[in-house]
């Protein structure tokens, strides 16, 4: 992460694997692709990425910035080829961009930012992949409409669950908690981690999206309300439910 800058270029590989599967496949998918991440080559070309789910719910959004386009995509192709599993079934080509455009950010910090959450993401659902969806829709659903610090939700799933968190070190996990907290004209950036392990999230959805993005503070949603927008992702949360449980 120390090695990412503003001039490392953006682009972006959609990924799929066979099981078509909303949701069972994208987590399926994010499986298939640690292989990629965590190759060496891949790593040593690709400073940072960030994973969220596609426009399709079977499908990763594989982000990645590069200092070398070509041996990044080598990578990239050579593993597609050795693997039948998954496919390609879009891409765009590196290319010069600022992605904090609309995020109201400036752009090295945002980049940092993404990488990070991934990160801890991926740790995340090393360990437990209904735990990791259940604290991020908590911190959607009883958090973000109040408007208060996730630190408290999210500290103790971090410190006991992703070693990329517990090796920050002070200053970046500050930088952690305001961006986590960081609110914009058009949402949060907590936004993008809601999505990688939700996936998805209720605040661009048209009937939702009055409610979660009026800046005005709101009571958390609970009791039905709270069932009816987990049963849309297929899974709950008990009432005794904390991180650190």
């Not at 298939?32 to 080559?41: A, G």
């Not at 991934?118 to 911190?139: F, K, M, N, P, Q």
Request: with cysteine; proline share 6%.
């Amino acid at each position: 992460m120390h090695n990412l800058t503003i001039d490392n270029l953006f682009g972006r590989a959609f990924l799929r694997c066979l099981d078509l599967r909303p949701i069972e496949g994208y987590f399926n998918c994010l499986n298939l692709i640690k292989p990629l991440l965590e190759n060496p080559n891949f790593k040593s070309s690709t400073p940072g990425f960030y994973l969220n789910v596609s426009d399709e719910l079977n499908s990763v959004r594989l982000s990645y910035f590069t200092n070398n386009k070509t041996e990044t995509e080598r990578v990239i192709r050579e593993f597609l080829n050795g693997n039948s599993n998954i496919s390609l079934f879009r891409c765009e080509e590196p290319c010069v961009v600022k992605i904090s455009e609309g995020y109201g950010g400036e752009e090295l910090k945002f980049r940092k930012f993404l990488n990070t959450y991934t990160h801890i993401g991926l740790d995340l659902l090393d360990y437990d992949i209904l735990y990791s969806r259940r604290l991020v829709a908590e911190y959607r659903l009883t958090y973000s409409p109040q408007r208060i610090p996730c630190r408290p939700l999210f500290e103790p799933a971090f410190s006991k669950h992703s070693s990329f968190f517990n090796q920050l070190d002070s200053s970046a996990v500050r930088q952690l908690w305001k961006d986590l907290d960081y609110w914009h004209s058009g949402g949060d950036w907590a936004h993008m981690f809601v999505n990688m392990l939700l996936p998805g999230d209720w605040i661009y959805m048209s009937e939702f999206k009055a409610f979660f993005l009026n800046s005005t503070p709101k009571p958390p949603i609970i009791g039905e309300e709270k069932t009816r927008l987990l049963r849309m992702l297929d899974f709950d949360i008990p009432d005794n439910w904390r991180p650190d449980c």
